[in-house]
């Protein structure tokens, strides 16, 4: 797929109680949000298609258009063993695996019962209904 814009964007991610689970603004670094190269929903494209810099807009969508469902398969029952025996591992903890060609995978204690720990491994926000608040900083 091609790239036709690039938005350099300050963005908040709002869940459906309200709560900030993520801000470009805390950090000072705007997010770049490519239309057209496949890594965002059609839904998610939709509405940038029409922003120029300097516009603020706020959308919400379902799970499915935003970090996806959650999968059940991305929930893995793993042995205690599998871990150093020094890690602390409680429901909350995030864990990264080796993922392909290097890459690392984080992954989130659910529960732990025994030597039996449950991992979930699908994207933290999946499963969630999403608000995005956009400030267009620069279209590229």
Do not use: W
């Not at 496949?38 to 922003?51: N, V, W, Y």
């Amino acid at each position: 797929m091609t790239i036709t814009r690039s938005l350099l964007c300050h963005m908040n991610i709002v869940l459906e109680d309200g709560s900030t689970a993520d801000s470009t603004k805390a950090s000072g670094k705007p997010a770049r949000l490519n239309v057209g190269d496949g890594t965002l929903s059609p839904a998610f494209e939709a509405q940038l298609a029409k922003l120029n810099e300097g516009d603020k807009h706020s959308f919400t969508l379902d799970a499915v258009d935003a970090f996806g469902e959650s999968n059940p398969d991305a929930i893995h029952y793993m042995d205690r063993s599998r871990f150093p025996a020094d890690m602390t591992l409680e429901a909350g903890v995030i864990v990264s695996f080796a993922g392909p060609g290097g890459s690392e995978i984080p992954g989130i204690v659910r529960d732990v019962a025994g030597d039996s720990i449950t991992v979930d491994l699908n994207h933290p926000l999946a499963g969630h209904k999403i608000t995005f608040e956009l400030d267009v900083v620069k279209v590229l």
